[in-house]
Structure formats: C-alpha cells, structure tokens
C-alpha cells in the first residue's frame, strides 16, 4: 500500500522542489472527491492516484504534474465540476487534466501498421504540453498492474492498446524502464501461457545471472585496469517481451538466446573502443558472424557502437557493446532514433519525426533543472505534429489528415463516395458546419444524403488531394453536361435559321456523318465541343443540310458574330489543330508565343483558341479538359510581334546602329522606345515582327554585335 507521506518522502530524497502545501491540499481534494470508492482490485481506489504519484515522482516531474497526477480522475465524479479545480488550482491545471481526459476517452481500434503509427502521433499532438503524457503513461502503468482484476476480453483488448501505443511512446520519450514494464505486463495478458513459462525459466535463473553478471562486469573492468584504461561497464537482462519477441523471430528456446546477458562499455576516445573489442577478442573468442562495426559505418539514423558476441566467461554466450560516451549520449537523446529501428514495422518515422522526438528526450532532462512549473511550462507547451490533424469516426478509425481540414476532407478520406455525397457533419456528437476545421481528437460522423452531388464551393476550403481532385472531377463532369446541352441548344437555333427542326436533321443519313467527319465517336462528344466553343454550330450544320437548303440569315446578332467568326473565318495565324480546321485563334499576351515554340490551345466558349507556350504558368493552371493540342504550320509565312529589351552604354550611334542591326537581320521595326538612365547608360524597347523564334534569335545574335550593346532580352508582354 502507498501511503501520501510515504511520496513526501521520496520526493525529498530525489531533492526535488516543491510546495508540500500544494500537494497536501491536492491529495486532501482527491480523498473528498473518491471517497467510498473502491478499485477493481478491492482497494481504495485512491491507492490508483498515489500510485501514478509515485510513478511520476521516479521520473523527477515538476509540482503542477504531481497535482495533475492526483486529481486526474476527479472529474469523472459527479461531485467535482471543472469550476470547482480551477478554483482550487487554477487554469493550468484544469487544462492539463481535460487534455488528458480527452485523449483517454478516444476509441482506440486494432487496424494496420499506419493507423496504430497516426494514433501515436495524435495522441502526442493532442497532448501538445508533455506533461500529460507523462501523466497518462502512469496512469496507464497502474491501471496494468491491476489489470488481473478485469474479465478476460478487457484485458486482451487492453493490453494491445498498450503494446501498440503506449509502450512505444515511452520508448520515443526515452523511458526504457517504463517501457520495458508495459511491454512485459502487456504479454502477461496477451500470451498469458508464454508469459508464466518464460517467466518461470528466467526466475529459476535470476540469483545465478546476478551473479553472473557481478562475476563479468569485474572481469572486464579488471581487464580495462590491466591496460592502462579507464571505463564503465554495465550488465543487464533482457526483460521477458524482448526475450519473447527475440524467440519468436528466430524460432528458438530460452536456452539458446545467446544474448540473455549482455554488457555495454563506455570509454573516452575512438581509440579506446578498439582497444576494448581488440582486448575482448583476445580473451574470449568472437562468435563469427556477430561483430558489428557501426563506428566505421554508422546507421542512416547516426546510431554509433560496437556490437560483437563472444564466449564469454563459464562457456556463457554474452554480447558486449563498446562506445564513447558522446556516442552513449548520442544514442540516449534519440539521434539514433532508437525505436525506429527496434520496433520495426511497415511505418518508419521522417527525419522530422526524429527530431520531435529527440526534442522530448532533452525536455525530461531539462525538468529537473527547472524551478517553477510556468518554466516548464514555457518550454513543454509545443505542438509537435503542427502539419497534421488526427480524427476519429465513431468506430475508431483513425484519419490523418492536413491541418486545417474539414468534414468533407474527412468524408473523402473514408470513401469518395460518403464525400460526394456529404451533406453535413456531426462533430463530437454536435452538428456542425462543412466548413468547420477539424481538431486533433475529434469523433467526426458524416451525414450523407443519396442524390446528394459535390459542390464547386468546396474547393475554396478543402485541404487533402483526394477531395479536391474528386470535387474537381465531378466539377469537370458537371460543366461537360452543361456543355452539352448548350451545344444542343446553339444547333437547334442554327437549324431553325434554315427552316430545320432537330428532328428533321437527325433523319438525314448527313447527320451521323457529319458527326464522324468532324472527328467525334458520338453526338454528344460534339455537342459537348459546340458547348465549349471548339466548334461553332455553322460549321456542324454546313456539313448536315444540303447546300441548296441552306439560307442566307441577315445580320446576326452578337453571338451569331462571334458564331459565324468561328464557322467561317479562316486563322490568319500559322497553327493547326488537330481535326478542325476552321477556328478563332488568338494568341496570349502573358507568354506572347512565337513559331517554332512549343504550344498548346486552350477554349474559352464563345472566343474561340487561345495559343500559349507549353510552359505558361496560367496554361498550367487552367482546366486540362479544355486544353488541346495545337502546333505551327511552318509552311504558311507569316509574322508575330514582340518586345525586345536593348541595354547599352549611352553614346553617339547607338540608335542607328541598333536599327541598323535588326534592319540587317529581315525584321521590321514596329516602335521604338529610347531611354538615358543618367549613368551613361541607355535602355531601349522595340516592337519588331519577326517570322519564328529562330528569326528572333537571330536578330538577337546581330543586335549583340553592336558595339556599346552589353545585354539583349525578350519581353513576354
């Protein structure tokens, strides 16, 4: 039984700070608050908050922490309101202990490696002030130690949840101790027949290692000593889940775990660590095959050591580490990202996950320096996982999704459909807005109607890929519908100028031929292209009605002009395109394209081509349905406009030596603009026509030859 004075004590033994007041006062809260209650071990269940105490005092927490860790079920009481602990101890850590209730109210399910890996790091990003996690690893420590008391199915679902998500956090944070004690109560459980003989054979044998143990360390430090060298040894056992994991890997039994006892060394220099494996060989005889040199070849994750395996002392087989003590620190502070490469799975951490981590290692040692909790409050209070959002649905699936992520993300993430189809959103058990930005821990249930279609408004807040390429699709969907029924539109229009109906002109054999010779497997492929302007409705009905049936219409409105400009006027540019010969073509003033450039078209219903340079940024960002492939006719001669920027030294001549040069190279100047800089040099604009780009390339190339020219460029607009 763990008695308060009994943590007074520990505390001032571990010379920790604190106010006894504080915590008397907060222990005092907690007797009111679980009075008459009793734990599922039989005990007063205020043996559980003095025992997460106890557990939070070995790890040199700071006072707040250990008040946290007293009152962290309080409000679970009916008697106890929030108001009533911030009264009493304030905002801070009322926060701490909602966060925390928070995330031990989050439904955890066994699915694949990445869901539990997302699960993780919600919990961590969730935290954001490590001390809860401490706080709830404790809590999670004691509530293992008594697991025994629960029904069968508990414990199994239990202890999975702690081998795969806290187990591992206490490893990331660097409390092996910790770690090493859930994992083996987690096998107590899990493999509860496994676990009682392992743990019979390595009982039997546990006085018979210790001395072992003894017997080796003095070895090796005798062997040091004979040498002339300086080191701390260490010994330890491997605790049983290690063990276990060791024996199921490799298919063996206890008695032939080599490795059951191993040694670590640590000296000062490089040097030294050579020494010592040179001095271990050569007492004991290495295993072959079982010598590992990270020093000279370090892990990707920085990790630096000796690992070899001898014959050690009595016939026992023993694995010796040997490093410097900067290579020690090193791997202790997580450089090595120890966990990264023990715990293995299909899910390796980013080098940014490192260093968070690395970051939380160096904060449980800085908490023993600090001298107030507003410190280390200061320092802890991190978001860890800035970049993502972790929400649950209500079975517990996992979702990791961007920051500042909303339902609809949220609803793509599970299935296209549920987001396509999404029409609202509860938000932990609340309706909510689409718009409504996810948190870390939020329980997300899509509400969905049938016939419900995506909305073009939605690309305007979505955060993840998946939505908004569906949203677009569907979007691009939509617009190919309209164009359609447009395109219909403008053709029955047309037909009726020249006394058709619809159904008149789809009796003629013209009709589907038509069709097929413009380049289109179906008629709705062509309406479609009419709809988006790629085609006028002349030019499609020109191809149907007999020529002695076509009238001649009067003058046409605005439409019937830009109609007729597309059905009829012949491009005066050298472009073709791909099945049409006769379209409105114009060319971008952004990249302002030139023969002999690589080009693509882009529609704009009602205007007709739009030429851009394949690499325009705007072009690139535009609807790829509504682009189209075009190329130059280099056999029609034509020319194209463009810009030129002449910089020179500001001097008699230059002008007419400038001109002189571009009249030389075939150009026409079309304006000129001349500019004195008043640093005695000159800029000058030109406007000339040029054939293609290897026309301009080679005015460029005669206008450089110009002496006093020191720079020549061409402007896109």
Known sequence: MIRFNDILQQLRKEQVQFDEAILQKAYDFSVRAHEGQKNRDGKDYLQHPLEVVSILTRLKVDETTLVVGLLHDVLEEE???????????????????????????????????????????????MARDMRVLLVYLADRLSDMRTLQFCEQQKQVEYARETLEIYAPLANRLGISWLKSELEDLSLRFLEPEKFADLASKISAQKEERAEYVEKVKKLILDLLQENALTGDVTGRFKHFYSVYKKMERTGVDLDEIYDLTAFRVLVDSVRECYEVLGLIHATWKPITGRFKDYIAMPKANMYQSLHTTVIGPFGERMEVQIRTNEMHRIAEEGVAAHWKYKEGGAVAATGRDDQRFSWLRQLLEWQQDVSTSRELAESAAIDLFPEE?????????????????????????????????????????????????????????????????????????????????????????????????????????????????????????????????????????????????????????????????????????????????????????????????????????????????????????????????????????????????????????????????????????????????????????????????????????????????????????????????????????
């Open 79 to 125: 008697a106890v309101s929030p108001q009533d602990v911030s009264n009493s101890f304030g905002d801070e850590v009322l926060s701490l202990i909602e966060i925390g209730n928070k995330i031990s109210s989050i439904p955890y399910k066994k699915s694949n490696q990445q869901q539990v890996e997302s699960f993780r790091k919600m919990f961590i990003a």
């Open 389 to 717: 959002v972790y929400a649950f649905t209500p079975n517990g699936d996992v979702k990791e999704l961007p920051q500042g992520s909303s339902p609809v993300d949220f609803a793509y993430a599970i299935h296209t459909d549920v987001g396509s189809q999404c029409v609202g959103a509860r938000i932990n058990g609340k309706l909510c807005p689409l718009r409504t930005v996810l948190k870390n821990g939020d329980i997300v249930e899509v509400i969905t109607a049938k016939n419900h279609t995506p909305s073009k408004d939605w690309l305007s807040f979505v955060k993840t890929s998946k939505a908004r390429n569906k949203i677009r699709q569907w979007v691009k969907a939509e617009q190919r519908e309209k164009s359609i029924v447009m395109g219909r539109e403008l053709v029955e229009k047309e037909l009726r100028k020249h006394d058709y109906s619809m159904k008149r002109a789809q009796s003629l054999d013209s009709f589907d031929l038509a069709v097929t010779e413009l380049g289109f497997k179906q008629v709705d492929d062509l309406y479609a292209s009419i709809g988006y302007g790629k085609l006028s409705p002349g030019q499609f009905v020109s191809h149907v009605l007999p020529r002695d049936e076509m009238k001649i219409t009067g003058k046409p409105g605005t439409i019937g002009k830009v109609l007729g400009k597309l059905g009829r006027k012949k491009p005066s540019s050298a472009v073709k395109i791909d099945g049409i010969d006769d379209v409105m073509v114009r060319f971008a003033n952004c990249c302002n394209p030139l023969p002999g450039e690589p080009v693509t078209g882009f529609i704009t219903r009602g205007r007709g081509l739009t030429v851009h340079t394949i690499d325009c940024p705007q072009v690139q960002a535009s609807d790829p349905d509504r682009r189209i492939d075009v190329e130059w006719d280099m056999q029609r001669k034509t020319t194209r406009p463009v810009k030129i920027r002449v910089s020179c030294h500001d001097q008699k001549g230059m002008l007419v030596g400038i001109s002189g040069a571009i009249t030389d190279a075939d150009a026409n100047i079309v304006s000129a603009s001349v500019f004195s800089r008043g640093d005695k040099k000159g800029s000058n604009l030109f406007e000339i026509d040029v054939q293609n780009l290897e026309h301009l390339n080679r005015v460029i190339r005669e206008v450089k030859k110009v002496k006093g020219v020191y720079k020549v460029e061409r402007l896109r607009n």
